[in-house]
């Protein structure tokens, strides 16, 4: 029973052009969703977070859109740079409790 | 800040003994969290604590105990290691929302 789904295990873009990670769920009752970044041999660190009263969130080169009908949201990152490749997690918050997806590795081209 | 701390940063095991991971935050956070991650896969929760004596199961807690005597320490034990043990464990700690995670600990059993 996958509550949080990344159905793609890697993306490959060019540098300087965006980069667009999607997460699907399942329980309406998530409230809060989370981007966490990973690089390896390394802990996930917070990247971004939105609210389920929100659709969007921005910090800089990065963007979060929720979509709560659909059940879906999507990370974007533009321009994409060398420093973004990383394994990057999907998860979502219940009751102080996290729900991970799988991750997607992201590997930014030159 | 050292933020969250953990040690061992590896460690081998034989089958059948015992460990305790250590796991320590700075921060003051009333929550704590230890995930497990298997190659290719999300986190998984093991157990978390929601402040000082009080902890509870998460998904995964066969095979573990926790305890939580202060604010700052969160220790994991494993008691009879087994090979489906061999993983990568996280801590975590968060006041509200976003957890904050420790470098890891990559644990192989034999």
């Known amino acids: 029973d996958q509550q949080v789904k990344q159905n793609s295990p890697s993306l490959s873009v060019q540098e300087g052009r965006i980069s667009i990670l999607n997460c699907d769920y399942t329980?309406?009752?998530?409230?809060?969703f989370l981007w966490y970044k990973k690089y390896p041999a390394e802990g996930p660190t917070f990247l971004i977070s939105?609210?389920?009263?929100?659709d969007k969130n921005e910090d800089g080169r990065f963007t979060v859109f929720l979509n709560k009908s659909a059940k879906h949201l999507s990370l974007h990152i533009v321009p994409s740079q060398p420093g973004d490749s990383a394994v990057y997690f999907c998860?979502?918050?219940?009751?102080?409790?996290?729900?991970f997806g799988q991750g997607t590795r992201l590997t930014i081209n030159p | 800040n050292a933020g969250v701390t953990q040690t061992p940063k590896f460690r081998i095991l034989k089958i059948g003994q015992s460990m305790t991971l250590q796991c320590t935050q700075d921060?003051?956070?009333?929550?704590m969290y230890w995930y497990r991650q298997d190659p290719g896969m999300g986190l998984k929760l093991i157990y978390y604590?929601?402040?000082?004596?009080?902890?509870d199961k998460g998904e995964v807690p066969n095979g573990y105990n926790v305890s939580r005597s202060t604010t700052e320490d969160f220790p994991l034990r494993l008691e009879l290691a087994a090979p489906s043990q061999t993983s990568v464990y996280f801590c975590?700690?968060?006041?509200?929302?976003?957890?904050?995670f420790g470098p890891g600990t990559r644990l192989t059993v034999t």
């Open positions: 975590a700690s968060s006041y509200v929302g976003e957890q904050y």
């Open positions: 329980n309406s009752m998530f409230d809060y």
């Open positions: 939105i609210s389920s009263i929100k």
């Open positions: 998860a979502a918050l219940a009751a102080q409790k996290l729900v």
């Open positions: 921060m003051n956070h009333n929550y």
């Open positions: 604590s929601v402040g000082a004596g009080i902890t």
